[in-house]
């Protein structure tokens, strides 16, 4: 069935350096994904969206990469610091577009 | 930007009673808003869509009887667990479609709200 997973369950990185968390999907007909933060005992909190018929999309010290031939995601975390850690989540919207399906998360370590 | 909230964010009770958990939309209209179960490092799991004077609708495996959804207005959902049991201990979480002056498709969500049932 459809799902969206991700390769790394964990990921710890060095303050300051760039982080990257993946995602893939399987729906090919996906055309909108989201990238949510989630800090401990607190609810998911919307970073950033990109749309299919974008390849890059960038936010402040963030970047979303979609690439549909391999139907990958992926979120680039510049400059990585404390604040940033914490579990990271894809969405893409099922195919009644109202309701997402969320991958199993990343959790994002930043270590001093 | 969006705000839900969500009350109370910690509840503990005793095994047996029923707990209310309100979400709220702050500025914006919700025709649409989800009610998510999240167990210790899982991520969400739906439970139920919720449609502003409608029925809610349920994923498979809960149970409507139990999680009773009552969306009365376009910026309040509210969740009974009824005759709540220690394995409804969990995190629940809403969230809510943005309203016109927003993307539709995109969730905002509210800060989550911790069950233990003693």
């Known amino acids: 069935g459809e799902s969206v997973g991700l390769h790394l369950p964990t990921l710890s990185v060095q303050e300051g350096d760039n982080s990257i968390i993946n995602c893939a999907y399987s729906?090919?007909?996906?055309?909108?994904f989201i990238w949510y933060k989630q800090e401990s005992g607190k609810g998911p909190q919307f970073i950033i969206d990109?749309?299919?018929?974008?390849d890059k999309r960038q936010g402040q010290r963030v970047t979303v990469l979609l690439n549909k031939t391999v139907k990958h995601l992926s979120l680039q975390i510049a400059a990585t610091q404390p604040g940033d850690s914490a579990v990271y989540f894809c969405a893409e919207p099922w195919s009644s577009g109202q309701n997402f399906v969320f991958g199993p998360g990343t959790r994002l370590s930043v270590l001093p | 930007g969006a705000v839900v909230s969500q009350h109370p964010s910690w509840v503990i009770c005793k095994s047996g009673t029923s707990v209310k958990i309100e979400c709220r939309s702050l500025d914006f209209q919700a025709t649409t808003m989800f009610w998510y179960r999240q167990f210790p490092k899982q991520s969400l799991m739906l439970m139920a869509t919720s449609n502003e004077g409608s029925k809610a609708t349920y994923e498979q495996g809960v149970e409507k009887d139990k999680f009773l959804i009552n969306h009365a207005s376009l910026t309040l959902s509210t969740l009974t667990v009824t005759s709540a049991h220690p394995e409804d201990s969990s995190f629940y979480i809403c969230?809510?479609?943005?309203?016109?002056?927003?993307?539709?498709?995109?969730?905002?969500f509210g800060p989550g709200t911790r069950l233990l049932v003693l």
């Open positions: 729906n090919s007909a996906s055309d909108y």
């Open positions: 969230s809510a479609n943005g309203g016109l002056a927003r993307s539709q498709e995109t969730q905002y």
């Open positions: 990109i749309r299919s018929n974008m």
